[in-house]
Nanobody, 114 residues
Framework: VQLVESGGGLAHPGGSLRLSCEAS????????MAWYRQGPGNVRFDVAT???????LYADSAKGRFTISMDNARNIVYLEMNNLKPEDTAVYYC?????????WGQGTLVTVSS
């Protein structure tokens, strides 16, 4: 299974970006998919998670601004990010759990700056 992220780039404070993560290869059933991020000098942490039943969970810093969703037919998970702040600057990683192991994408850089 390969996870490929896209959609990162430069955004102004208050702006929006949508990240995509497409799974390819021999795709199993996923228990959950998630978006993590790692900012400069910081540890990687879970920003948003979506379970196979559609339940979602967000970090406090993402609540009300970020939305995770999944296109099951196309095996793509999205992260819609609104009202971006400079502290959202980070490499964003896609993660998938297929009940037996986890998979990581290569990451996509999001920079929020005026």
């Amino acid at each position: 299974v390969q996870l490929v992220e896209s959609g990162g780039g430069l955004a102004h404070p208050g702006g929006s970006l949508r990240l995509s993560c497409e799974a390819s290869g021999k795709i199993p059933s996923f228990k959950l998919m998630a978006w993590y991020r790692q900012g400069p000098g910081n540890v990687r942490f879970d920003v948003a998670t979506i379970a196979s039943d559609g339940d979602t969970l967000y970090a406090d810093s993402a609540k009300g601004r970020f939305t995770i969703s999944m296109d099951n037919a196309r095996n793509i998970v999205y992260l819609e990010m609104n009202n971006l702040k400079p502290e959202d600057t980070a490499v964003y990683y896609c993660f998938a759990d297929d009940y037996s192991r986890g998979y990581w994408g290569q990451g996509t850089l999001v920079t929020v700056s005026s």
